[in-house]
């Protein structure tokens, strides 16, 4: 690269950063704090708040930060707590990354004596450190080390293992792995007296394979509990679907229950749950049939104080089936979840031609809690229960109900990685919920949700795209929201958050109005009329549209182009798209793909079934409105994004791709064409075998999750690291999130995304990444047309690149063109899979 052209790219990533950073708009008192701030400290995993004096404590890699929220600019406090040499030396005999021999913290809970209790996974040997509070040190033995007790089954072994813990009444719960491997999975008490740290049972009927997302602790109301039942713990995961006999590792969401008074058994389930039971939570939209089955995190909510039977858990889900990302949000009661605990057992056992009737119940009923009529029957611990009530609740851990919802919010193109909620006024005046979601991009969204409607609030770009959001905290009307290396302070309650007309009519539903005269979003009283209110309250600002009456965005194409026309779907329910007749669209979810031709100009409608105060059936809303107009093809088309936040930084972007494949290109050609005169010196089996190799890769060498060998692109790969799951998905897939749309945009060219923005696509200038798309998709199709279309796809090389290098590119994929059809023909690529035998299962 010449110093011209490293000044250029020096000069256009100065000028994206700061515009990146100032168009991200943030109220009077929001603070950002990088690594810089945070003492040099990252990977940061686990967040803990003290709400009396809003220190927030902050578990990292070989440290621990304390943060006043109150002063986040001030210095915060550290301990450092890293792994001596030669424990990390072992660690990294045992096959370990040197990155993950480090002790990552993992575990901050409070001990209610002026302590944290503190656990980090410590080079894949699990510790556990005390915190003393008023001098922030770690406590220390008689010869001045660290206090240290194991830390197995309460502190994952691996640092990005899936975990969660809870403290209830000074004692630990814990949801981990317990073994180095990550195959063995509990959940446990794992402090207090020995005798009653009591743990699952290892079985697959209990636990199979799951991943842990949250935990929480319910305690009964003690002036409102009349039957005088115990508290109970609960602990959200997905795990493996046992209940049928599947080929596909098909994965579900779990709720499972414990009770605090819990002991174990007597002779059967000694020292393990003899309350544990489980039952699946469903998170489905019943008209489309779309079911959302992975659980990623889960948010506890009280809707009344002081009234523990009114709790909700907002759960935030994505689908195992999309290959596009897509996020969900359902609200489960704990009413509904304790009919679901108090309901029939599952019963599995399966011959080859029936179900066979469950066992009847015996009694006291398997499962529950301590109570007054219990211990009225001489039952006041669960070592009194009797072996064939053990013995049932050993063998039906899961219930047969479904604790099933719909969802709140569904985003396509988005995925969502962290849920806080807050509720808008106080006691029975309450109006609605704001959803605060992180992404995986490092971007905060706020959705109001009023009478089952959602609307999009804000999005807030908090962090670069490689941070995701890990930790959101809510605390005085404050959202602390955390990525793996920073720390962001923003307001997240009260109408000032909202300081526009259009966003402030936008947040109506929660009792938001707009003063024209102060320019202010305050609070009202009043009650809203019937009807969309925010629509309305839109139509008041002067902006020309409102929530369900979008302004035309007019767009100029050019025959040939295939274009993504985007519609936000917020709420669940379908929509529809009204365009003119012709059949070169296809909808995907709710955004409308469409190739360019003379028939497709014209207007382009997006509406969307949305629910309707006091309507049982949900009314149309139009959500998109586009006017399409042909053009003939131009050469330097003003480039646009429809959603986009920063148009100023998308040019710059975009400029600067222009440089970086301008650069390889001709490093690319001048590389290649060395390589085709020192080619003439070598045989030629010699020199097609190493163009194939630069081409395809070698065979010999593993593929990452996000190679670009036709592996990878033609299958969805599923990696498993010690009980979490990976997948790796084809790269040539187009995100998107629904944005904000502009007015009027000409030209389209291909893919001007960010990676996160609803965007109008084109492929006209990506043939080669489309080509090789169907390219991998008819060899493993077996096609017969496979070599006309090599040979095709050859040819357009040839033209592109010279002679030289076509040749080179010929040689290396006719080679592998035969080693994968070769490899076709073996058995275990071409016959169906063997079915399984009959056999009976219990769970």
């Known amino acids: 690269m010449t110093p011209s052209a490293a000044t250029i790219l020096l000069l256009v990533w100065c000028l994206h950063a700061g515009a990146s950073s100032a168009a991200s708009l943030r109220a009077p008192g929001d603070a950002i704090l990088g690594p810089e701030d945070l003492e040099g400290v990252t990977n940061f995993s686990t967040f803990l708040l003290n709400r009396m004096s809003g220190v927030l404590y902050l578990g990292a890699r070989d440290a621990i930060l304390a943060v006043d929220t109150n002063k986040v600019k001030e210095r915060p406090l550290k301990i450092k707590w890293d792994v001596p040499k030669d424990k990390k030396t072992l660690c990294m005999g045992k096959g370990k990354s040197e990155e993950d021999c480090n002790n990552y913290i993992r575990l901050l809970e409070f001990l209610g004596d002026d302590r944290i209790y503190v656990c980090g996974t410590y080079a894949f040997d699990p510790q556990c450190a005390f915190l003393e509070l008023p001098s922030f040190t770690l406590e220390e033995t008689e010869n001045g080390g660290i206090k240290l007790e194991t830390g197995k089954g309460k502190c994952p072994f691996e640092p990005m293992q899936h975990f969660t813990a809870v403290m209830a009444d000074g004692t630990l719960y814990t949801a981990a792995t317990s073994n180095f491997l990550g195959t063995q999975f509990d959940i446990s008490r794992a402090t207090g007296p020995e005798q009653e740290r009591i743990r699952t049972e290892q079985s697959i009927n209990w636990l199979s394979d799951p991943e842990f997302v949250s935990s929480a602790f319910i305690k009964q109301s003690p002036t409102n509990n009349p039957t005088g039942d115990d508290d109970k713990i609960y602990f959200f995961f997905t795990e493996v679907v046992r209940e049928n006999d599947l080929y596909t590792k098909v994965q579900i969401s779990r709720v499972a229950r414990v009770c605090k008074s819990d002991v174990g058994g007597l002779k059967t389930l000694q020292r393990r749950w003899t309350t544990f039971l489980k039952a699946q939570l469903v998170c489905e939209d019943k008209p489309s049939g779309q079911r959302y089955n992975i659980l990623t995190d889960v948010f506890t909510v009280q809707h009344t104080p002081e009234d523990p039977s009114s709790t909700h858990f907002y759960g935030l889900f994505m689908s195992q089936w999309e290959r596009e990302a897509v996020s969900a949000v359902c609200v489960f009661s704990l009413s509904d979840i304790s009919v679901v605990m108090d309901g029939p057992f599952k019963e599995l056992k399966k011959n080859c031609d029936s179900w066979i009737n469950p066992e009847p119940v015996p009694a006291p009923r398997p499962g529950q809690c301590l109570n007054n009529a219990l211990k009225a029957d001489g039952c006041d611990s669960s070592l009194k229960l009797p072996d064939k009530v053990l013995t049932f609740v050993r063998d039906h851990p899961l219930m047969e109900n479904s604790v099933a919802t719909a969802p709140l919010l569904v985003r396509q193109g988005i995925t969502y990685t962290k849920l806080a909620v807050t509720r808008s006024g106080s006691g029975k005046a309450r109006k609605g919920t704001v959803l605060h979601l992180g992404t995986d991009r490092g971007e905060l969204h706020r959705v109001a949700v009023v009478d089952q409607r959602a609307t999009l609030l804000q999005e807030l770009s908090l962090f670069t795209a490689q941070e995701p959001v890990n930790n959101i905290l809510l605390y005085k009307g404050w959202a602390l929201v955390g990525s793996p290396r920073s720390l962001a302070r923003v307001q997240a309650e009260g109408c000032a958050v909202y300081n526009s007309c259009k966003v402030c009519a936008a947040a109506s539903g929660l009792g938001c109005v707009w003063s024209n005269a102060e320019k202010t979003c305050t609070a009202t009283e009043a009650e809203p009329d019937s009807g969309d209110t925010v629509d309305a309250a839109l139509k008041k600002c002067n902006i020309y549209e409102g929530r369900c009456s979008p302004s035309i965005t007019e767009i100029q194409v050019s025959s040939g182009l295939h274009l993504v026309l985007p519609c936000v779907q917020l709420s669940s329910m379908p929509c529809s798209w009204d365009h003119p007749p012709h059949r070169h669209t296809r909808q995907h979810h709710s955004d409308l793909h469409l190739t360019v031709s003379e028939e497709t100009v014209g207007k382009y409608i997006c509406t969307c079934q949305e629910a309707w105060p006091g309507k049982r059936d ?37 400029f600067c791709a222009g440089v970086l494949l301008s650069v390889f290109v001709m490093f690319y050609i001048n590389r290649r064409c060395s390589l085709g005169h020192q080619g003439h010196r070598l045989p030629d089996n010699s020199q097609s075998s190493e163009k194939g190799r630069e081409l395809l890769g070698s065979s010999a060498t593993p593929q990452s999750p996000i190679s670009t060998s036709l592996l990878s692109d033609g299958f969805q790969l599923m990696e498993k690291h010690n009980g979490t799951s990976t997948t790796s998905t084809t790269l040539h897939s ?105 056999e009976e299962s219990s769970i």
Not at 633 to 653: E, K, M, N, Q, W
Not at 764 to 769: A, D, K, L
């Open 734 to 838: 187009i995100q998107g999130n629904g944005g904000h749309h502009g007015n009027s945009y000409n030209l389209i060219h291909c893919n001007p995304s960010n990676g996160h923005g609803n965007v109008l696509h084109t492929s006209s200038t990506c043939n080669r990444s489309s080509t090789e798309l169907d390219f991998t998709k008819d060899i493993f199709a077996g096609d017969g047309r496979t070599e006309e279309r090599v040979r095709g796809m050859q040819e357009r090389e040839d033209r592109e690149l010279g002679d030289d290098v076509g040749d080179g590119l010929r040689d290396g994929l006719g080679d592998s063109v035969k080693r994968l059809e070769e490899l076709s023909r073996f058995q275990a690529y071409s016959s169906p899979a063997p079915l399984a035998k009959c």
């Open 618 to 654: 949900p009314v149309p809303c139009r959500r998109a409105f586009y006017q399409l107009t042909l053009e003939g093809p131009i050469a330097g088309g003003s480039f646009a994004r429809a959603g986009g936040r920063d148009r100023v930084a998308t040019y710059i972007l975009t």
